[in-house]
């Protein structure tokens, strides 16, 4: 059976309800930016977030778009690839091998272009395109 592009609205309430109120819209925003930028995405919750990825491809880190986390106060989009997308803003933080995030602390301020552009690329990036040009 094929997983449902999106989570049931009860399965979102129920991780939402953990959430600091200020949060919630930045979630929701992002979810919004992944639901118009990937429809294809699939949805679901793993790792305390939600985590966005092309079930046709692979799993959620092989065909993975993006994370969202809540962590010390801040939403994180965590994107799994993000050493490889275009970043112009220079938004991107972090040094493991692949993966980077941008933390976002209040609505009003956060990037969302900048964000939108980020989460396009994401579901753009194809990581197999990296073995094929050793």
Known sequence: MAESPLLPIHFLDT???????ELRDIIL???N????????AVEVIRWG???YHYAGRGGIVSAGICGIH???N??????IHGAFLPDPSG???????????VRISC?????WDDLTALILASSQFDPRSLSDSN
């Not at 930016?33 to 294809?40: G, R």
């Not at 801040?74 to 994107?79: D, F, K, N, W, Y």
């Not at 938004?91 to 995030?101: S, Y």
């Open 107 to 111: 609505y009003d301020k956060a990037p």
């Open 70 to 72: 809540v962590v010390e």
């Open 29 to 31: 925003e992002l979810r």
């Open 49 to 51: 977030g939600l985590m």
């Open 91 to 101: 938004l991107l933080e972090g040094d493991r091998k692949a993966k980077r995030f």
């Open 74 to 79: 801040q939403v994180r989009l965590e994107l």
């Open 15 to 21: 991780f939402l309800e953990t959430v600091p109120a």
């Open 33 to 40: 930016i992944v639901a118009q930028v990937a429809p294809d």
